[in-house]
Nanobody
């Protein structure tokens, strides 16, 4: 599975952005998808995840209530909708995928063998 993330950009605090993660191949629908981010001089961290069929979702505490995650398996695409953005959300955002048809989502990087190239989100104050 090859992934390509897009949709990043510059936004003011309080604004919204939607990131997209497009996957190649027909196996996407059997993969869980997660979003991670890495801010300057910080470790990469889990942001959100969605199970293969969309029935399970998980979010980092820092984004709960502000971010939503969804997917359209017919389009081989997953989305991260980010609302009420804060300057501390500034980071490079990555999508990742793992063949996982269970309801339990992994929030660790090592659980995802497939990664997109990242897209930069900058939130100005």
């Amino acid at each position: 599975v090859q992934l390509q993330a897009s949709g990043g950009g510059l936004v003011q605090a309080g604004g919204s952005l939607t990131l997209s993660c497009v996957a190649s191949g027909s196996l996407f629908r059997s993969h869980a998808v997660a979003w991670f981010r890495q801010a300057p001089e910080k470790e990469r961290e889990f942001v959100a995840g969605i199970s293969w069929n969309g029935s399970s979702r998980d979010f980092a505490d820092s984004v709960k209530g502000r971010f939503t995650v969804s997917r359209d398996n017919a389009k081989n695409t997953a989305y991260l909708q980010m609302n009420s953005l804060k300057p501390e959300d500034t980071a490079v955002y990555y999508c990742a995928a793992s063949r996982n048809m269970g309801p339990i989502l992994d929030d660790q990087e090592k659980g995802y063998p497939f990664w997109g190239q990242g897209t930069l989100v900058t939130v100005s104050s």
